[in-house]
């Protein structure tokens, strides 16, 4: 069975302060690593999809690490409005299923 | 676009009671799914829709029923609610499955069962 874990379960960051998020997957052949952002009140949005080990994605002030066994979510100078709860998912080799982890807080003061 | 619509965004209902979560997508996406989110246990799959007239169980689907006549509608039906079904609904869809799955959200929908 597929499982992820995200720590820590939650964060906070001053304005300005750099932090990693982490992913840590167990998955016998992963097709694909999703990271989601969610914020209060409102369902996930889109970020990046991840294939394969070496993997990087940017945007803005986020970019996303792809390794064989987990994933790191790095936010660079964060502003108060990446305040959100971040959501990793993988995609294991059958089927549609996406499991999810259970998603960090992250709570950025100006 | 409206992208992805659930109705209710609130609801409470009474143990046995029988109701329907609505979804509703404009992106004439194939793939459509229903998630519950519970604190601590992330989103869990509950049953999905590779497009219209098909439709497969997910990780938690007991209590749970399902119907894609069209390719824009997948309802989400409650038998007969229990406050285990207490939880956050959520709708959501893509292309297609698989690894394009860019999938985008519904708000939610808030249920409590007392």
């Known amino acids: 069975e597929d499982q992820v874990t995200q720590s820590p379960e939650a964060l906070r960051l001053q304005e300005g302060e750099s932090s990693s998020l982490n992913c840590s997957y167990t998955v016998s052949g992963l097709r694909g690593l999703f990271w989601y952002r969610q914020d209060p009140g409102k369902g996930p949005e889109f970020l990046f999809t991840?294939?394969?080990a070496g993997e990087e994605k940017e945007k803005e002030r986020l970019k996303a690490t792809l390794t064989k066994k987990e994933s790191f979510l790095h936010i660079t100078a964060p502003k108060p409005e990446d305040s959100a709860t971040y959501l990793c998912a993988v995609l294991g080799p059958w089927g549609n299923k996406l499991t999810f982890g259970g998603g960090t807080r992250v709570l950025v003061k100006p | 676009n409206a992208g992805v619509t659930q109705t209710p965004k609130f609801q409470v209902l009474k143990t046995g009671q029988s109701m329907t979560l609505q979804c509703a997508q404009d992106m004439n996406h194939e793939y459509m799914s229903w998630y519950r989110q519970d604190p601590g246990m992330g989103l869990r799959l509950i049953h999905y829709s590779v497009g219209a007239g098909i439709t497969d169980q997910g990780e938690v689907p007991n209590g749970y029923n399902v119907s894609r006549s069209t390719t824009e509608d997948f309802p989400l039906r409650l038998l007969s609610a229990a406050p285990s079904q207490t939880s956050v609904y959520f709708c959501?869809?893509?292309?297609?499955?698989?690894?394009?799955?860019?999938?985008?959200f519904g708000q939610g929908t808030r249920l409590t069962v007392v």
């Open positions: 959501a869809s893509s292309r297609e499955g698989g690894v394009n799955t860019e999938a985008f």
């Open positions: 991840l294939y394969s």
